[in-house]
């Protein structure tokens, strides 16, 4: 004897369906490296960069301060632009950019495109580093 499927069972397949799609789609969309922003601007001061590692003055909880420093993660140069990939890879932006600073909790630098004659400058958010009692951690 031949199955066949009525109207209604048709209905929630494509009802099933796109509600699956859509939840694909949302997990796409946000995946899961992504990271808070960043608050180690609010306690700490005499932020630089060398490479990739941002260093900076921080303040403790007992009111002092100490030198700290963390490998800039997932942020990498493509095609001129900065774009944070997320993950726990250490940043390669370095590579292929220069002027390379960090203001607040912002990256700017001047980055080569694919042809290496042309570059950008522009910036972006670093995104999920705290200050933890005088030390930066993601």
């Known amino acids: 004897m031949a199955t066949t499927t009525t109207n209604i069972e048709q209905f929630y397949f494509r009802i099933i369906t796109l509600v699956g ?18 608050t180690f601007q609010n306690s700490c001061r005499n932020t630089s960069l060398k490479s990739n590692v941002l260093s900076a003055i921080c303040r403790k909880r007992d009111g002092g301060e100490k030198k700290t420093g ?9 095609n001129g632009l ?17 002027s390379a600073a960090v203001i607040g909790d912002e990256l700017l630098a001047n980055c080569f495109k ?25």
Do not use: H, M, W
Request: glycine share 8%; net charge positive.
């Open 21 to 38: 799609l859509t939840l694909l789609t949302a997990t796409v969309a946000n995946p899961a490296f992504a990271r808070s922003p960043s």
């Open 114 to 138: 694919i042809n290496r004659t042309d570059a950008v400058f522009n910036r972006i958010k670093i995104q999920g580093i705290r200050n933890e009692n005088g030390k930066l951690k993601y």
């Open 70 to 78: 963390i490998i800039l993660r997932g942020i990498n140069n493509r």
């Open 82 to 98: 900065l774009v944070d990939k997320g993950g726990n890879s250490p940043a390669s932006f370095q590579a292929s950019c220069y």
